[in-house]
Structure formats: C-alpha cells, structure tokens
C-alpha cells in the first residue's frame, strides 16, 4: 500500500497556512465502529493534519494513490460493510430531498439537468425518474460503470458524501463549478467538524481512512475553498451545503424554502 511520510507540519491544501499534525489512526478506522464494526489493524498509521487557520483537517496517506490503489484500498468489494447507506438507503433519502427542492424551492422552467457527481450504486438517478434528466458521474464506483467524465452543464450538480473524499478540495470544486449551469446551483453534503473536535480528535467517527475519509472540513475552510474555485458558498447546516457561481447565482431558487427542507432531514451518516 503506498504511504505518505510522516510530516510533523505541513501546508493546508485549501488555505496554505500551516497545519501541524492533529492526530494518528489506522487505516482500517470507519464510519461504523460506533455501531461495534471494528475492523482488524492494518498496520498502517494515516496521520492527519488540521490547518491552524481555517480548521481544515486532512491527510496526505493517499495523495500518490493510482486510480487502482483508490479501488483496491477504499473503494473495493468491503465498501458496503464500512458505508451500509452507500447502495440503496443514501440514494433513497437523495432522491426523497431532491424531488422536494424542486417542488418547494426551485423551479425549473423545463425539467432540470441534475449531475449525480460521485454517484457511487448510481441508484440516485432511477430514483429520480422524470423528475430530472440525470447523469451519473463517479470514477470509483465499486460497480465501475460511471467512471466516463461528463459533458456539458447541468442545472443542478448534486453531490452526496463526495468531498470529503477528495485529496485535491479546491480542484475538484473548481471541476464542479464547471459542470454547473450559470445561474444553477450545487446542493452537496459533508459533515464540518464539532465543536469539541480540539477534545476528540481523530476519534470523533467521521475521520475515518476506511471510508476514504481524509478531507475534513470546517465551514471556513469550505468557504475558501469554494472562493477559490469561483463559488459562493452558503451553509444550510453542519451537514448540507449550498454553492453557487459567483458571478451569476441561481435566480430560481427560494433559500429560505431550501433551509426549511434541510432544517428536517436526519443528520449523521450512522443515523440517517
């Protein structure tokens, strides 16, 4: 498995303040050990880093993976067991969310062009029916079907559990925003750091390498990101997170309709 050397400070990869080490797990770390899946030690230790600036907690263990590192370390065929939402329950919820924003916030004129980016089962998009015209984009999808980069632009990129995922933030906001319609919108979600994550560190569940965990964000360090990828950024919640082009925001849509909706959701990967 490739590892990254350890490095006791390093550079924030969003802000390029300096990030001293935050803390150390193993690599078989996952979203479900809360739920008693505590997998067998790896050997590999993943060390974090969090930005003393903008709070942005990131590792660089798989800065240098290939495409088939990604798929044999994290994406493989144990993926379901650390994301048991990943296949149908995620899309399910997805789907529910997405055909009320377009019933309650936002209208489209025609049906709107949604990109699923980082679709994983690609369940979203057959959920979604006529609803949108969808596509589904995800080049480590453990079935490997939507790894073809799309075309064109879209009225609505959706991202559900993706950015957290990425070893290179602001690049992949910027690939988004350039596969957003001006004048559309990107609804996506990651979790932002607690309160009390000075306390618990990389014990707190959702930094987890097994998952493919290592971007980790706080709203400031989401705010920049997306400022340097063009965005303007608006958080909903802890978990959901709206952004727009900077230059030309989504005119149909009703934001305070749109905190209403997220305002009911379940939160929490574990529970939802």
Sequence with gaps: MPTAPLEPMARCKICRAEAPVFDTVDAAKNCCEPMGLVLPPTGTRVTYHRCSACGFVFTAWCDRFSDEDFRREIYNDGYAQVDPLYLDI?????????????SEACRFEATPRVLDYGAGSGALAALLGDAAVTRSFD??????????????????????????????PVETLAA????????????????????????????????????GHVSIYTRAALDAACAQSGLRYTPLSDEWHLAEH???????????????????????????
Excluded: K
């Excluded at 309160?195 to 390498?209: C, K, L, Q």
């Design 139 to 168: 080049p480590f999808s453990v079935e490997c079907t939507f790894a073809a980069r799309p075309v064109g632009r879209y009225d609505v990129v959706f991202s559900s559990e993706v950015i957290e995922h990425v070893t290179r």
């Design 246 to 272: 900077r230059d030309a925001p989504c005119a149909r849509l009703d934001r305070a309709a749109l905190l209403a909706i997220v305002a009911r959701l379940p939160t929490g990967f574990v529970t939802v």
């Design 176 to 211: 988004m925003r350039d596969l957003m319609l001006p004048g559309g919108f990107m609804l996506f979600s990651t979790m932002v750091t607690p309160p009390d994550i000075e306390v618990v560190r990389a014990t707190w569940w959702y930094i987890s390498p097994r998952n």
């Design 90 to 102: 995620r899309p399910q919820g997805n789907a529910r969310l997405l055909r009320q924003v377009f």
